[in-house]
C-alpha cells in the first residue's frame, strides 16, 4: 500500500462525497456524463476572503494559465484586481470577463501579433527582454497607441523549496537586473507608459518562511531598481508561489504569516518605493483545491493478485495527477471512492485510466473502499493545471465536462 | 553541452533541412505559418517496404494511436493490411479511411457504447477481461449482431528492454493465461466469431534479441492456449515492439533478423497453430522517423552566459521531446536549425517553447548553428506520439499546423 495526499478539508467531512452540498451523482446528471470536473466557487471564494483578510492593501492578481474555464473566469473578475495572461488565447478568454486594462501578460516568446493584441486591447506587457521592448515599441507605433509597458525581472536569488524555480539561474524568463534601469529609462522616453515591475522568484512552494525571504529579497531587489532607473515602479507585482499540498507528509502553506511579514516591510519602504502598489500573482493556491475529477469506474480487474478499478478517465485529462508533468517520482494524489459510505470495508486498489498505456495510473496502489462499476472515483486538487494541461485528444477519448457550483 | 539523438538518415543529408525535396519555408507557406507537424509519407512507405520484404506472409497493421492526423490515415490505408484502435473516437476517424472488418480495437476501459459502435461496424474486439466479453457479449446481443470477439493475453513474460513493459506483471490489460482457454469456449459456444489471440509484451524496444525471444515466447504461449481451447486462433497478434532510436547511443532495430528468426519459428509451428495467421502491429516504428515539428525562432536571448532560442512552439504540440511523457531522465531529442547552411559557426544553447513554465525545453545546452528570430527549429522524431499525446491548450496557444507530405 502507498500514501496518498490529503483531501482537501473543503471536501474530507463528507461521505458520501459531496460538493457545494449535492452527492456527486447530482452534478454528473447535470452535466450529462462523467469524466467530469467540479469547480465549487465557495472554496475559491474562501481563498480570495483568507487572502485579503492576510495582505490588506495588496493587489490580487489571476493567474488565468492555472484554470481558463470561461464560467470561472466570470466569477474571478469579481474577486480579484487583475488577471495575469500567458498568451493571447488567454486575452480572447478573459476579456469576455474583466476590463482588459486590469490585465498583464507575460511570457518569453510573444509573437508579433500577440503582442499587438495586447497593446491594442490597453493590457500591461510584462517585457522580457530589451528585443521584446523594440517590438512592443514598434507595435506601438504602427498603432498609435501608447503601449503599457512592465518589466520582468529575471532576479538573482531563487524562491527555496519552490516546485519550479524561476530565479537565480540562466532563464528565458525576464531581464537580467543589470538591465532593468537603463530599459525602463528607454521605454520610458520612448513614449510607452510605464508599469513597473514584475519579479517572480518560483512556485508551488510550502515553505512560509521561504517566501517571506523571497519578498524581503524582491523588495531589496525593487528599490535598487527603481534607485538605479530613477523611477518609482507604479505596480510591483511580487509574483506568486504559494503551493497546495499534492502528496502525503505535505502541510498547507500558513499565508496569515506571509502576510504579517510583508506589512512590516512595506511599513519601512526606501522613498524609491513609497509610491508603488503591490500585488501577488497567484493560480494554483487560488483554485487548486476547488477542482475535484470525477470519473466512473468501467470495470473492476483483478490480475495476479492485485485490483485495478479501470476508470473513463485518466492520463488525458489529469496529466499531473498520474505524474507525467514536472515529477521525476511519481506520488498519489489524493482520490477517494466519491460513491462510497463511510465504514465500508477496503482494500489495496490501483486506479487506471482507458488509455492503452501503463502510464495512465491515476492511484498507484492505494487503500480504498471496495468499489466496482458504476462507482465514481474522486480525484482531488484538479482545479489548476488539470484539464487545460492535459493531452486531451490522446487516443480519441471524448472531452470531459467542467462545471462551476456553489458561491 | 549535451548530446542530442541521432537525425534520422532520411533527413541528416540535406541541409539546409529539405523534406520530400523542399526546404522548410515551401511547406510553412503551403501549411500558412509555424508551428507545423510536417510527415514524410516516403518515409512512411519505405518502413512499410522494409517490413514487407522482412515479414512476408505476416500482416501488417497499424497502431492509430501513434499518429490519427486523417490525411496520413487515408494514406496508410492503402499500405497495411489492418488499423488497430485504441478508442471509438479512434473508430470514428479511421472509418472514413478502412473498411471496419479490417481493424481490431484494445483498450482497457472499453464503454458500453464504445463496444456498440464497435460491434455494429464489424470491428474485431479485443477482450480484456472476462466481464468485457459479458458487456460485449450483451451489445451484441442487443444489436443483433455477430460480434467479432478476440482475447487480449497478459503474458508471463515481458519484452526486455523495452520502453513499456506490458507483460510479465499485474496489469490493468489482457487476460490472464490460465483464464484465456475457458474464456475462448466461452465466447465462441455463446455464438461470437472467434477471431483468436493478441499478445502484447511491450513497445519501443531496441534489442532485436529481445523480439525475438518474445515472439519465440509468444507462440509458446499461443499454442499452450490454442491446445487448451481446443480452438485455432484465426488470427494471432505478435503486437509490436520495435522501437525508434530517440537519443543519443542508440541504434536503429535491425528488424530484418527479427524476420528470419520469426519465419524459422512458423516453419516449425505446432499444429494448434497451422491454420493461424499472424500480425505484427507497429505504430512508431512506421510512422516516428517520418515527422519533423517545426517551430520558428521569436527571439535569440542570453542570460548569465547561457543562450535561449525561444520558440512558436513547445511543451504544447511536442510533451515527449520536453521529457514530461514516461521519462524519468530528461534526454535530448535529435534537433537542428532547419534554416542553416551546412558549416555555419555553431554555438551551445536551450531551445524553449513560448510557454512560462521552466518545463518548456525543447532541447537543453546543445550544439546548433547561431540562429535567430525568424530562424526555424526542426525536431525530429515527430511523426508518433507527437501532437495528439501533448496538452494543446495549455496556456492558450493556437493549434499547429499539420501537412503530408511526398509518396
Request: net charge negative.
Amino acid at each position: 500500500m502507498k500514501p496518498i495526499g490529503a483531501i482537501p478539508a473543503d471536501f474530507s467531512h463528507l461521505w458520501p462525497l459531496a460538493i457545494a452540498g449535492r452527492f456527486v451523482d447530482h452534478w454528473i446528471e447535470q452535466a450529462g456524463d462523467t469524466p467530469l470536473f467540479v469547480y465549487d466557487m465557495t472554496v475559491i471564494a474562501a481563498r480570495v476572503a483568507r487572502f485579503r483578510a492576510a495582505f490588506p492593501g495588496i493587489d490580487l492578481h489571476y493567474a488565468v494559465k492555472a484554470n481558463p474555464y470561461p464560467a470561472l473566469l466570470q466569477a474571478m473578475a469579481g474577486l480579484v484586481d487583475g488577471f495575469d495572461l500567458a498568451s493571447a488565447g488567454e486575452l480572447a478568454l478573459a476579456r469576455t470577463a474583466m476590463d482588459p486594462h486590469r490585465m498583464s501578460f507575460a511570457g518569453p516568446g510573444k509573437r508579433d501579433d500577440e503582442l499587438a493584441a495586447a497593446i491594442a486591447a490597453g493590457v500591461t506587457i510584462n517585457l522580457e527582454s530589451s528585443a521584446e521592448a523594440d517590438r512592443a515599441l514598434a507595435q506601438g507605433q504602427r498603432l498609435g497607441i501608447t503601449p503599457r509597458l512592465a518589466i520582468r525581472v529575471n532576479p538573482e536569488f531563487e524562491l527555496r523549496g519552490s516546485g519550479m524555480r524561476m530565479g537565480g539561474r540562466a532563464s528565458p524568463f525576464g531581464v537580467e537586473p543589470g538591465e532593468v534601469p537603463a530599459l525602463a529609462r528607454r521605454i520610458a522616453a520612448a513614449g510607452a507608459a510605464w508599469r513597473g515591475l514584475h519579479i517572480f522568484a518560483g512556485s508551488q512552494a510550502l515553505d512560509a518562511a521561504a517566501i517571506i525571504d523571497s519578498h524581503a529579497a524582491t523588495l531589496t531587489l525593487a528599490a535598487r531598481l527603481a534607485g538605479d532607473a530613477g523611477m518609482t515602479p507604479p505596480l510591483i507585482n511580487l509574483g506568486g508561489g504559494f503551493g497546495i499540498p499534492y502528496f502525503s507528509g505535505e502541510e498547507p502553506i500558513a499565508v496569515e504569516g506571509i502576510g504579517v511579514a510583508l506589512r512590516e516591510r512595506l511599513a519601512g519602504l526606501p522613498p524609491e518605493l513609497a509610491d508603488a502598489r503591490f500585488a501577488i500573482e497567484l493560480g494554483r493556491w487560488l483554485v487548486g483545491e476547488s477542482g475535484v475529477y470525477l470519473t466512473r469506474v468501467i470495470e473492476r480487474k483483478e490480475s495476479r493478485g492485485e485490483v485495478f478499478l479501470i476508470c473513463d478517465g485518466g492520463l488525458n485529462h489529469q496529466l499531473a495527477a498520474t505524474g507525467n508533468l514536472g515529477t521525476v517520482v511519481r506520488r498519489n494524489y489524493p482520490v477517494a471512492v466519491a460513491t462510497a459510505t463511510v465504514g465500508a470495508p477496503t482494500e489495496t486498489v490501483s486506479v487506471a485510466g482507458p488509455l492503452c498505456t501503463p502510464l495512465d495510473r491515476l492511484a498507484d496502489q492505494v487503500e480504498l473502499p471496495v468499489a466496482g462499476p458504476g462507482d465514481v472515483i474522486a480525484v482531488f486538487m484538479a482545479g489548476a493545471y488539470g484539464l487545460s494541461a492535459s493531452p486531451t485528444a490522446f487516443l480519441g477519448h471524448p472531452l470531459p465536462r467542467e462545471l462551476l457550483v456553489g458561491g
